[in-house]
């Protein structure tokens, strides 16, 4: 018998504000790289029909044009291909084959690493899963240009910095763990792969920033400001949220104020960046736009993919009303159903109705505990 659902409307915030209400810059080179770089995974890969329409349908290119806009065609299809890498190599560990089984995760994640770290005499190609192969045609690029090894460096740092962060949900996933809040903050901004981007646009942006300007505290504050904004599913964090009591709509409404302090926050660290001289600057400058880009590139995709908001995404962003279909009191276990999308979300599957509604409760989340942590 199915569960009794009830239709609640929820008003979103409006997220387009401060430098989101720009409209973004779209690389030009988006439409082809797009179709390039997905038939260059899906055959390398050797998907299957359901896998490569998933890609296809994900359109992370997208992602990646607003990312990174003015990346020349060859840069622009090396982040094109790990965004692209990222998206299934990811669900293995969150919904996949590898969920229940840490110590194999940890072999795998190890065998990413390896030509990352300088250890690639160690590396048994018959050990080593297709899907990481593919990644290390996506390093060997980014290494090539001699002239920025600091990139290489920092994108590798990055990329185990995710590797970690995977592997501690992996740990909490199979030791049904609930982490704390200010756990699951520390871990998704490892996780969720925002940072590797950052040093990505560096790489198909070819800027010059000197490595001292990275161990800045104000740089350090943007980059984490960054990941916490362009956040898109952290795990557990609806429902430990949710379990305070607090309804969707008083939920939204005090994230919506909560979010006037958040961008305040942001100029302010922004407006406080040091200077490096004339040259470093420039290059500093462009790497914060870099940041920026990013969490556009975020809220733009979700509205445009029908992944997230189902089959009208537009037309949510332009009424920012969500109709949910959420099972009754009266049901044994509660579910979140997306009504634009007809596909149940349940509690212990730790989905998301989408990436807006997960960033909106992130930012709350990640605010409150920076007025205790700073």
Known sequence: MEPEQVTITVLLPDMFKAFLKQEPLVNPHYERVKLESEEWLSEFCSFGPRMRKKVNNCDFSYFCAIAAPFAPRSQFRTICDWGNWVFPYDDMFDNGCLRDKPEES??????????????????DVADRLRIVQAHDT??????????????????????????????????????????????????????????PLYHLVEYAHDLRVPDEVFDNPVIQELECLGMDMAEGVPH??????????????????????????????????????????????????????????VVKANLNWSFKSERYLGSNPAQVRSTRVLQLLVESPNSRRKTVVMKHHHSRLQDDALKTVGSYIIWIYTLAIEFLLSCVMY
């Open 106 to 123: 940890q072999r795998v994640m190890e065998s990413l690493m390896m030509p990352m770290m300088g250890k690639s005499s160690y590396l």
């Open 138 to 195: 996506v390093f060997q690029r980014i290494a090539m240009p001699l002239h920025i090894k600091g990139v290489r460096k920092r994108f590798a740092l990055a990329m185990q910095g995710y590797c970690q962060g995977a592997l501690v949900q992996i740990d909490n996933h199979f030791a049904s763990k609930t982490p704390s809040l200010e756990e699951i903050v520390l871990i998704r901004r490892k996780s969720a792969g925002c940072k």
């Open 236 to 293: 557990n964090m609806v429902t430990v949220c949710c379990s305070s009591g607090m309804s969707l709509q008083n939920a939204f409404n005090t994230v919506g104020k909560l979010l006037e302090q958040r961008y305040q926050r942001w100029d302010k660290a922004e407006a406080s960046v040091p200077s490096w001289g004339k040259e470093a600057d420039v290059q500093v400058r462009k790497y914060v736009e870099g940041i920026k880009c």
